[in-house]
């Protein structure tokens, strides 16, 4: 049993926020009448996507229902992501678009939450710039959205509730999930690795676990309800109980989930190179319902921007990881995340990138354009690279790695692979073994993480429907 958590939030504050809820509930009651509904967008990972879940889960315990559309909506909510400028600037452009629509029905909330507001500067502009905005509140508070959202029905006052915190574990909150059949499962939070270039640090908070034993209850209930894939969440999360006095680590968890009975499969998000040890990479071997799939980012192949960047590794090491993973996951898809024109970077640098890019054969990529973030040691480097330069690298090593998937995929004709239907088909069975029978063309390469022997996802979900 692991020992006490620091981060945990206290079974009086969950009590507090069911009396809220309730509270809340009145209020919307006697305000709207009837079931107003909410308005939930997400930007950003597959954490916030999952944080967006409890939200609504939350929201739906007050008495909200849900709509799609803005126009029908009385609360507005953006679960926001600030991992790159783009994504900051898409959240402003939206939220931008909604004075006109807050004119029109009065009584109507808009709130934002989530990384991009725990970042004071982002919160001030907001405060100044969006006056229309009623709620915004930081990473560390999303457990108390019950008391938020009854503060601003009894005040009909600005709530801004952005504490700066080395953040929470919250326990107990009511959860609506978007799938009946695939489920994220949050099993740590934060970060603590300070990679030069990433805000999420700064937003997220300090590394801190769920307790192994709430988790492993969890799983047990989504596997009993159904669920056919669970996906382990945690932005870093081979450091998974690395607290002291833990007594678990990620291997053995994994193990754990893998010893439910049930016919499911396991997924985890995300590695990180530094802390991805042979004793995962054999505990994944050996549990018959882990996808064989690895996201492993490597960010660069040049060990002079790895070291710049604050990863802890250089280009070498990371391909001993993934040439042992291949030996003992012959099968193994690994997907990656890639920055392009770190501040810096020469051509020649890029050039070693592409390198580890010809010699990783990832199923897929996710390729990134440098974007600096204020606040971390990035951010402050000289960056003499044109926009327009980097632009090309970004093209020039997006035509290798397509290049490189098409060849994978085309490997996977005429191969057989269990793969996780969407729709129940004739005989109400999820998962099936499925023969992929059409040509790979390129269309088909996957593009997707979730796309991968022993599990199908999207590109060869179309070419099952085409050989049917
Ligand atoms: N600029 C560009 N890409 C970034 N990422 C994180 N921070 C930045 C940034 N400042 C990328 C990394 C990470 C992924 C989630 O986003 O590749 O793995
Ligand atoms: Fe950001 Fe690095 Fe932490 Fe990933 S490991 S969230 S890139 S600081």
Redesign the pocket.
């Known amino acids: 049993m692991k020992a006490e958590n620091r981060f945990s939030v206290s079974p009086e504050e969950t009590e507090k926020q069911k009396e809220y809820t309730h509270l809340a509930g009145e209020l919307l009651e006697t305000k709207y009448g009837g079931r107003p509904l909410a308005f939930i967008h997400t930007y950003g990972?597959q954490g916030n996507v999952s944080d967006s879940e409890y939200l609504k889960g939350m929201l739906e315990e007050i008495g909200y229902g849900f709509t799609e559309k803005l126009e029908e909506a009385d609360l507005i909510l953006y679960n926001t992501c600030a991992?790159?400028e783009h994504a900051e600037d898409r959240v402003f452009g939206n939220v931008g678009a909604l004075k006109n629509l807050k004119m029109q029905k009065r009584g109507m909330r808009i709130a934002l939450c989530g990384c991009m507001m725990q970042q004071p500067r982002i919160a001030e502009k907001i405060r100044k710039s969006y006056p229309f905005v009623d709620i915004v509140f930081g990473t560390h508070v999303m457990h108390r959205l019950p008391e938020i959202i009854y503060r601003s029905l009894s005040t009909g006052k600005k709530v801004f509730e952005i504490p700066d915190s080395d953040g929470v574990v919250p326990e107990g909150m009511p959860v609506k999930r978007d799938s009946g059949f695939k489920a994220w499962l949050p099993i740590m939070y934060g970060c603590n690795n300070f990679?030069s270039?990433?805000?999420?640090p700064y937003v997220k908070g300090r590394e801190r676990s769920r307790d192994p034993e709430i988790i492993l209850r969890e799983a047990r209930q989504l596997v009993s309800e159904g669920y056919k894939e669970i996906t382990l969440l945690g932005q870093n999360i081979n450091s998974y109980g690395r607290e002291p006095d833990y007594g678990y680590d990620f291997p053995r968890l994994l193990r754990e989930i893998n010893d439910i009975p049930g016919d499911f499969i396991i997924r985890f998000m995300?590695s990180h190179p530094k802390d991805c040890s042979a004793e995962l990479l054999d505990t994944m071997a050996s549990c018959e319902k882990v996808a064989k799939h690895l996201h492993l980012?490597f960010?660069s192949g040049c060990d002079r921007v790895l070291k710049a960047m604050n990863r802890g590794y250089t280009a070498e090491k990371y391909l001993s990881l993934i040439d042992y993973a291949y030996k003992v996951m012959p099968d193994l898809s690994i997907t990656a995340?890639?920055?392009v024109g770190f501040p810096g970077e020469t051509y020649e640098e890029f050039t070693q990138t592409v390198d580890l890019v010809k010699k990783a054969g990832f199923t897929s990529m996710?390729t990134?354009?440098?974007?600096?973030?204020e606040g971390?040691k990035?951010a402050e480097m000289d960056d003499p690279v044109s926009a327009e330069e980097k632009g090309k690298w970004f093209r020039e090593l997006l035509a290798v790695q397509e290049q490189i998937a098409a060849e994978r995929t085309a490997g996977s004709v005429g191969r057989t692979f269990r793969v996780l239907c969407e729709r129940e088909g004739k005989n109400g069975v999820l998962l099936r073994p499925v023969k992929i029978e059409v040509e790979a063309r390129r269309r088909f390469v996957p593009n997707h993480a979730d796309i991968l022997p022993g599990v199908c996802g999207k590109a060869y979900r179309t070419a099952f429907r085409r050989t049917i």
């Open positions: 990972c991992i790159r990679c270039y990433c805000i999420v995300t980012p960010q995340d890639v920055i996710f990134f354009i440098y974007s600096p973030r971390t990035a």
